[in-house]
């Protein structure tokens, strides 16, 4: 089709993303000029242009610290985790959602593990301050078993747990919908051919279910790994205090700490920009991954 004519048939839908362009080029590119107070000593009454330069100082002040590798490494171990046990438990719900045969029933627990996806972190972090509390509903039921009220969120032994549990219960529901749209798409012949020749509902499962799923646990596998440095930065900020900061703090609430409460901009910065440097390999290695081993492609 000549170039003219096509325009003369396609023009709204490209008038239609102009906002959209504006919007990512005002919000997320034209930003990235920032990222020079990284490599200068900021000072908000100087602005970027008569700031000093001082070149890597704020990485070598910041690899110096000796928190840091506990930051990086809570960062790694929370996120990681919270990867794991969602894909994990993504798949189980959605199996066993899958092999319900009461509709109502299905249709019931799918909107339970769904809802807390909706509700913000403020609002669920209230829920569980409240519920984790030394005089909470946990601690109270634990109580009638003999055991001792425990500072969920106010011990390094169980905040980490806490924070990675949470998360799965907040996330693992909408996770599952991509598992049960993928299970739609097996043949439901095989299982009947299968029942046929005297397979239970577990090899079933374990011979035709999962290996019908196997390309989409692969790919969002694959893509899962853009999110190993996200952490939860809501989530921790709700839950935690200065008493986890050893098993809680992570990169993303360490600038913000450091950048906002404390106005060390430069280093709040260099952070940042050191976890976007990583992110961004992080997210090209994923992709590769999953054209790699699912086929998946933007392009």
Do not use: C
């Not at 919270?82 to 509709?103: F, Y």
């Not at 200065?242 to 404390?262: C, E, F």
């Amino acid at each position: 089709m000549p170039f003219k004519q096509y325009m003369k048939r396609a023009w709204p839908l490209y008038v239609m993303i102009v906002p959209g362009i504006v919007f990512v080029l005002l919000f997320r590119y034209y930003p990235m000029y920032g990222v020079v107070i990284a490599f200068q000593d900021f000072s908000p009454a100087k602005g970027f242009a008569n700031s000093p330069w001082i070149g890597w100082e704020n990485f070598e002040f910041l690899f110096s610290l000796p928190e840091f590798g506990r930051i990086f490494g809570n960062t790694l171990i929370i996120a990681v985790s919270k990867i794991v046990l969602d894909q994990i438990g993504a798949i189980i719900l959605a199996i066993l959602l899958n092999e319900a045969r009461h509709i109502l029933f299905r249709r019931s627990i799918q909107t339970m593990i769904y809802l807390p996806h909706f509700l913000s972190w403020i609002v669920l972090g209230g829920i569980l301050l409240d519920i984790l509390s030394v005089g909470g509903i946990l601690n109270q039921a634990l109580k009638q078993f003999g055991i001792q009220p425990q500072l969920f969120l106010g011990s390094n032994d169980w905040f980490r747990g806490t924070v990675i549990m949470s998360g799965f219960w907040k996330s693992v529901g909408f996770s599952t919908i991509v598992y049960l749209a993928a299970l739609t798409a097996i043949n439901p012949v095989l299982h009947e051919a299968a029942a046929i020749d005297g397979a239970g509902r577990f090899r079933r499962i374990w011979h035709i279910t999962l290996p019908g799923i196997r390309p989409t646990i692969v790919l969002l596998a694959a893509l899962s790994l853009g999110d190993v440095l996200q952490a939860g930065f809501e989530q921790i900020l709700t839950l935690y205090s200065p008493a986890v900061y050893r098993t809680g703090d992570i990169i993303d609430t360490y600038v913000y700490r450091v950048g906002l409460i404390s106005a060390q901009y430069s280093l709040a910065g260099a952070v940042g920009l050191f976890k976007s440097i990583i992110g961004f390999f992080l997210i090209v290695l994923s992709y590769w991954l999953a054209d790699r081993f699912a086929g998946y492609r933007i392009l």
